[in-house]
């Protein structure tokens, strides 16, 4: 079977060569312009990373100019878990091939992912291997543990939700670090107040900085 090309936005480094590689996953609904902005944001903090934002493989069942990582079902997680698992290979792909485009090792690599977006972060995130050095999760849910890594092995993972959330509502994301934490790894977490399913200042500053964190962390285990 043929899988999807993925493609969408991208930004090159501020600063010269690639030495890291993010890659943005949007929402339902949404495409790869509603993150690649971020990339924007974070260039002063991530001068060496190149940014990219590919459109979700589907056409969005419910938004006529939007993408989908798959078919909506609120609430009903083991449909969700389906869905992630039928969207993982094209966004596999896509990832290998970024990181042969940039001549950039798996260590490099980190996943920034919105709602549905963030679902296909932590699942595909946390079952490649080697692991790539950060995920971060915005309002968003995990869908299966099925493929988790072993303890100590795992990316740096922060989780960021607001805690007015009316689509995810914030309990996804406690359920999530829970879940995270009793497979034995470490998940750092911050609740928005006050805020919806969306992205606040401080939600966005503190991705930038521990995206920078993680990839520093992720050069010094390479070089040792």
Known sequence: ?????????????????????????????????????LGREWSHALPHAAFVSPNAPEPCGMASMG?????????????IAEGVTRAAPPLEAFLD????????PPESLALVGFSQGTMMALAVGLARKPSPAAIVGYSGALATVETLPPPGAGPAILLVHGDMDEVIPVDAMYM???M????????????????????????????????????AAAQASQGS
Do not use: C
Not at 67 to 79: A, E, K, P, Y
């Open 1 to 37: 079977m043929t899988l999807p090309q993925l493609d969408g936005p991208r930004l090159a480094p501020a600063a010269g060569t690639p030495r890291q590689l993010v890659v943005f996953l949007h929402g339902y609904g949404a495409d790869g312009n509603d993150l690649i902005g």
């Open 67 to 79: 993408r989908q990582w798959f078919d909506l079902s609120m609430g009903d997680m083991s449909i």
């Open 97 to 104: 091939a970024e990181l042969v485009r940039h001549n950039l």
């Open 176 to 178: 999530a670090r829970e």
């Open 180 to 215: 995270l934490g009793q497979a034995g790894l470490p998940v750092e977490w911050h609740v928005s107040q006050g805020i919806g399913h969306g992205i606040d200042g401080q939600g966005l500053q503190l991705g930038g900085a521990f995206l920078k964190q993680a990839f």
